[in-house]
């Protein structure tokens, strides 16, 4: 029988075309900020085993108390908030191996910018500045960043922390003072309308809030009180209203939360009790206790942030300065140690992690 050596190598195009559209990619970036080092970490982390591996050249410096980290959609670009000096430093990422190289001058923001949101499409960035009580709304291109017309915003006194819905038209911000929560109808130039009906009511000294992944609810960690508040969001004005049986009772005080990728799952992570509360979610967004739930930690949970993946909750331990890995059992949300964690010299004030 005679080779035929144009069909073999035509196989051989068609299974290297194949695989490469089979394959995925087998680390996704995370960067956290270093306030006691006026600088921002980067890992490269595995997808499969969680494990973290320091990026060469990181810390890199920043400005002064790094308080809130983001990266764009894209990932060519990383902007973290400087609460001393009132800034905010942008990034270049490197594409191979998502090292950071600073854009010069740095972006003025107002007094103590702490939180940082993007929406999907990358081009508005939303700056909550603690200290003067308001919201800067800046327009992105090619990692530039422009004020629009109106921004910054007046919001609440002294706002804590916001998020902004996945469909980019609400933002909510929460007042610990007055233990409540506003919403705000985002224009597709990123202006802002506060939402009629609002402030809502929250439990005691409200801290962190999180919105599921199709945008249906508002989870709040209220701290004071060790108890989450569920609001409903109407998909249409961004109205808020508790469902039946909120509060829910949660672990000591209650720092921050986070729903998984798949939205079947809520953690919250328990400064004072040192676990991680696990609710799987009804379809009403009532939450339900999963069994085995809370889960201890490696001492005093201060933050967690969802594996893009779903397959491991991130936990950053405020007392061994760790960002531990736990794993995730997608069939039931139970949460296991696992041998992955990465020790950083100082305290970690905020993570993102990349898809």
């Known amino acids: ?73 894209a990932g060519q670009f990383a902007y973290v908030a400087n609460q001393v000096d009132n800034t905010i430093s942008r990034f270049a990422i490197d594409s191979k191996i998502g090292s950071l190289t600073e854009i010069l001058p740095r972006i003025e923001t107002g007094f103590s910018p702490s939180a940082l949101v993007m929406n999907s499409g990358g081009n508005l960035l939303f700056v909550m ?42 933002l909510y911000v929460l007042n610990t003072d ?62 808020l209203t508790p469902i039946p049986g909120s509060p829910f009772l949660t672990g000591t005080s209650p720092l921050s939360l986070t729903v998984s990728t798949s939205g079947q799952y809520l953690y919250i992570a328990n400064l004072g009790s040192n676990n991680i509360t696990a609710f799987s979610i009804a379809s009403d967004g009532e939450p339900n206790l999963i069994t085995g739930s ?25 007392t061994t300065k760790t960002v531990s890995a736990l794993d995730i059992d997608a069939s039931n949300g139970t949460l296991t140690n696992g041998p992955e964690s990465s020790t950083t010299s100082v305290a970690i004030s905020s993570m993102f992690v990349t898809q």
């Open 1 to 73: 029988m005679r080779f035929n050596t144009k069909i073999w190598l035509g196989f051989l195009a068609l299974l290297t075309i194949t695989a490469a559209g089979c394959s995925a990619p087998a680390t996704h970036l995370t960067y956290a900020t270093l306030p006691a080092l006026n600088a921002v970490a980067a890992f490269r982390v595995n997808n499969q085993s969680a494990a973290f591996t320091k990026i060469v050249g990181s810390p890199y410096p920043t400005g002064t108390s790094p308080s809130a980290v983001v990266v764009d959609p």
């Open 178 to 239: 007055n233990a409540e929560v506003l919403g705000y109808a985002v224009s597709s130039s990123g202006s802002l309308q506060q939402i009629a009906g609002l402030p809502a009511a929250t439990g005691t000294g409200p801290l962190a809030l999180a919105v599921d992944p199709g945008g249906k609810f508002l989870y709040i960690a209220n701290t004071l009180q060790n108890t989450l508040s569920v609001l409903a969001i109407n998909s249409t004005s961004g109205a």
């Open 294 to 318: 809370p889960f201890s930690t490696l001492g005093s949970p201060s933050l967690i942030v969802s594996d893009p993946n779903g397959l491991f909750l991130y936990v950053v331990n405020q």
């Open 129 to 170: 500045n603690e200290v003067s009580d308001n919201i800067g709304v800046y327009a992105v291109k090619s990692g530039l960043l422009t004020q629009i017309s109106g921004s910054p915003f007046l919001t609440v006194r002294n706002p804590v922390a916001m998020v902004l819905a996945p469909s980019g038209k609400f």
